[in-house]
């Protein structure tokens, strides 16, 4: 079983920054990366960023690519994603996941199928 509990999300005018985080317990190792998603009412959730446990490799969505960094502290287990310059179309509840055991490759790390475990989703708004 993985725990995942994530924070930092808020009201913020267009142009300000937020930094979620996602802090992850349990069986972790088997898990290639970490990844954000985000899903806005009436819409599909959708890829926002990915990184891999192991070398620290990242994937953007050309959405937030160049505003939105995600990064990582493996002793603490935990996952960021700093959102920069963001805009309205930003406002969404923001999920940090696990990828399923033996998934590794780009492909998988944007699909929101491969992921086995779920946060329970922080709200972002951001204000025009």
């Known amino acids: 079983q993985v725990q995942l509990v994530e924070s930092g999300g808020g009201l913020v005018q267009a142009g300000g920054s937020l930094r979620l985080s996602c802090a992850a317990s349990?069986?972790?190792?088997?898990?290639?990366?970490m990844g954000w998603f985000r899903q806005a009412p009436g819409k599909e959730r959708e890829f926002v960023a990915a990184?891999?446990?192991?070398?620290?490799?990242?994937y953007y969505s050309d959405s937030v690519k160049g505003r939105f960094t995600i990064s990582k502290d493996n002793a603490k287990n935990t996952v960021y994603l700093q959102m920069n310059s963001l805009k309205p179309e930003d406002t969404s509840v923001y999920y940090c996941?696990?990828?399923?055991?033996?998934?590794?490759?780009?492909?998988?790390?944007?699909?929101?199928?491969?992921?086995?475990?779920w946060g329970q989703g922080t709200q972002v708004t951001v204000s025009s």
């Open positions: 349990g069986r972790t190792f088997t898990s290639y990366a």
């Open positions: 990184i891999t446990w192991n070398g620290g490799n990242t």
């Open positions: 996941a696990t990828t399923r055991p033996y998934y590794n490759g780009e492909y998988y790390f944007r699909e929101n199928g491969y992921y086995d475990y």
